[in-house]
Nanobody, 124 residues
Framework: VQLVESGGGLVQAGGSLSLSCAASGGTFSNYAMGWFRQAPGKGQEFVAAISRVGDSIEYADSVKGRFTISRDNAKNTLYLQMNSPKPEATAVYYC??????????????????WGQGTQVTVSS
């Protein structure tokens, strides 16, 4: 299984940025997916999760109303639309595939495959 994030970069606070995660290996639609992030000097933090067919979604309180997670099972791709991010959203963003028996996990130990991460920097 390989997960490859793209779309990171520099964005101004109040702007927008879209992240993608291309998955290969395994059957993408059989697994819930999630986004996590890690800011400098901090631990990894849950951002959002989406169920296998996208009918259930969970967000961290810090991103509710501004970030949108989605998936396209035909394209084996996970997305994270970031609208009006704040400078504290600056972090390396990781996509992850959930373990097979978990429907909508929000904790990192329920994920077993991770991408390499993409840097997002939000300027004030």
């Amino acid at each position: 299984v390989q997960l490859v994030e793209s779309g990171g970069g520099l964005v101004q606070a109040g702007g927008s940025l879209s992240l993608s995660c291309a998955a290969s290996g395994g059957t993408f639609s059989n697994y819930a997916m999630g986004w996590f992030r890690q800011a400098p000097g901090k631990g990894q933090e849950f951002v959002a999760a989406i169920s296998r067919v996208g009918d259930s979604i969970e967000y961290a309180d810090s991103v509710k109303g501004r970030f949108t997670i989605s998936r396209d099972n035909a394209k084996n791709t996970l997305y994270l639309q970031m609208n009006s991010p704040k400078p504290e959203a600056t972090a390396v963003y990781y996509c992850a595939r959930a373990k097979s028996y978990v429907r909508l996990p929000t904790t990192r130990w329920n994920y077993d495959y991770w991408g390499q991460g993409t840097q997002v920097t939000v300027s004030s």
